[in-house]
T-cell receptor, first 113, second 116 residues
Framework: GQSLEQPSEVTAVEGAIVQINCTYQ??????LSWYQQHDGGAPTFLSY????GLEETGRFSSFLSRSDSYGYLLLQELQMKESATYFC??????????????FGDGTTLTVKP | GAVVSQHPSRVICKSGTSVKIECRSL??????MFWYRQFPKQSLMLMAT?????????EQGVEKDKFLINHASLTLSTLTVTSAHPEDSSFYIC????????????FGDGTRLSIL
């Protein structure tokens, strides 16, 4: 089976840097993804790590250590609009359009002025 | 633009009604699609995997007779909530993965189902 752990809540001020950690225990692993979800909306893709190391996309970065079963999402220069829930998700296999993702419980980020 | 289209976005209906939700992949073929359900302030829970040309695979605890899935073509999967009751009220989201694992898993915009 799959289980993922991430903090339930994080608070930061506008312009700051925040890191959201995710640890996972999975029977199979292909990659770790991060999604952002605003209230009432569907998840939107932020970043993906298939290999160890850092992936950078503008102000967002994501890191993966497969040996530690650990990853994090780093958000820099926080903006108020980035108050949302952030999910880490593990894709457990790749097999002809398969590769379902299991999601963590989500981290609610509150950005304060 | 969107690569997965989900319709309708919101449904409000009486208890006992059956509701059909459609999920389409817009610019790629998806032999597999996933259906998730999300209750308020909770994570996405996988309900079932929709397989084109074969039966859907349901997660443990999900009633297959309650949640009928049909994957009629390489771009369309439907979820029908049969004889819906208030406890079925939830946010239903479909997803269609690409073959390339380095491509993100795209989600539809979700369907908010409210059963009165």
């Amino acid at each position: 089976g799959q289980s993922l752990e991430q903090p339930s809540e994080v608070t930061a001020v506008e312009g700051a840097i925040v890191q959201i950690n995710c640890t996972y225990q999975t029977s199979g692993f292909y990659g770790l993804s991060w999604y952002q979800q605003h209230d009432g909306g569907a998840p939107t893709f932020l970043s993906y790590n298939g290999l160890d190391g850092l992936e950078e996309t503008g102000r967002f970065s994501s890191f993966l250590s497969r040996s530690d079963s650990y990853g994090y999402l780093l958000l820099q220069e926080l903006q108020m609009k980035e108050s949302a829930t952030y999910f880490c998700a593990v894709r457990d296999r790749v097999n002809t359009n398969a590769g379902k993702s299991t999601f963590g419980d989500g981290t609610t980020l509150t950005v304060k002025p | 633009g969107a690569v997965v289209s989900q319709h309708p976005s919101r449904v409000i209906c009486k208890s006992g009604t059956s509701v059909k939700i459609e999920c389409r992949s817009l610019d790629f073929q998806a032999t597999t699609m996933f259906w998730y359900r999300q209750f308020p302030k909770q994570s996405l829970m996988l309900m079932a995997t929709s397989n084109e040309g074969s039966k859907a695979t349901y997660e443990q605890g999900v009633e297959k007779d309650k949640f009928l899935i049909n994957h009629a073509s390489l771009t369309l999967s439907t979820l029908t909530v049969t004889s819906a009751h208030p406890e079925d009220s939830s946010f239903y989201i479909c997803s269609a993965p690409r073959t390339d694992p380095n491509q993100p898993q795209h989600f539809g915009d979700g369907t908010r189902l409210s059963i009165l």
